[in-house]
Nanobody, 125 residues
Framework: QVQLVESGGGLVQYGGSLRLSCAAS????????VAWFRQAPGKEREGILC????????YYSDSAKDRFTISRDGAKNTVYLQLNSLKPEDTAVYYC??????????????????WGQGTQVTVSS
């Protein structure tokens, strides 16, 4: 079973940036699609984007396309989510998750198997 640990969240001002990390143990992330999700208070978990085994990116959120990017570091067995131009509406708990073989076409949480515990991102206005 893949174990995922997110980190890098925190409090940032409007327009600021953060880089979130998703580190794995017991499984090389290079061989699995990895996605990022977020969940704001009172809202459903929302898919943001996914990186495939061949490093192709599938965006699940239109608002993420121009501001968020995903990347891998195989040596560190870590996937990153770079958050730029942050807005208060980006405030949420951010989660990483793995899928089997490919990034699902849509960011339905039930298409992903292993999850981390999440990291809080708070954007002040």
């Amino acid at each position: 079973q893949v174990q995922l640990v997110e980190s890098g969240g925190g409090l940032v001002q409007y327009g600021g940036s953060l880089r979130l990390s998703c580190a794995a143990s017991r499984f090389p992330l290079d061989y699995t699609p990895v996605a990022w999700f977020r969940q704001a208070p009172g809202k459903e978990r929302e898919g943001i984007l996914c990186i495939s085994i061949s490093d192709e990116i599938t965006y699940y959120s239109d608002s993420a396309k121009d501001r968020f990017t995903i990347s891998r570091d195989g040596a560190k067995n870590t996937v990153y989510l770079q958050l730029n131009s942050l807005k208060p509406e980006d405030t949420a708990v951010y989660y990483c998750a793995t899928a089997y073989l490919y990034c699902p076409g849509f960011g339905e949480p039930d298409k992903f198997d292993a999850w981390g515990q999440g990291t809080q991102v708070t954007v002040s206005s």
